[in-house]
């Protein structure tokens, strides 16, 4: 019996409530703010505070909720990684590494459409 490789495996529950989570703030967040700026003003409030708060896992559903395919974030998909790649070096080393190799997992299929 061979187990599919980690990021194939199915969710448990309570990942599926956090990202859910995330999504729900997301959505809060395009919901509640009319202006593009505004928007970005509170992704990056939202990016910083997790930061402050050394909250991997919330970065890395955030980071998920960014890259999902056809996400309604994608617009801002670019500028709030660019955000958390700015934050990162508040982080400790092993957070970083982590939260460094999920996004690049995450980017790996995206790459061309993020090319400048």
Avoid: W, Y
């Avoid at 061979?2 to 997301?26: E, F, G, Y």
């Avoid at 395009?30 to 939202?46: H, I, P, W």
């Avoid at 999902?68 to 660019?82: C, I, T, Y």
């Amino acid at each position: 019996f061979l187990r599919p490789p980690p990021h194939r495996r199915p969710a448990c529950p309570r990942l599926l409530a956090l990202v859910a989570a995330m999504l729900q703030t997301l959505a809060g967040i395009v919901g509640a703010t009319a202006d593009a700026s505004g928007r970005m003003d509170k992704f990056t409030e939202l990016v910083k505070m997790l930061v402050g708060e050394h909250d991997v896992p919330g970065l890395k559903d955030l980071v998920d909720c960014m890259l999902a395919e056809e996400s309604q974030f994608a617009l801002f998909a670019r500028p709030v990684l660019q955000q958390v790649a700015d934050q990162m070096g508040q982080l400790k080393n092993p957070e970083v590494r982590e939260l460094g190799l999920h996004t690049l997992e995450k980017l790996r299929g995206r790459v061309v459409s993020f090319e400048e």
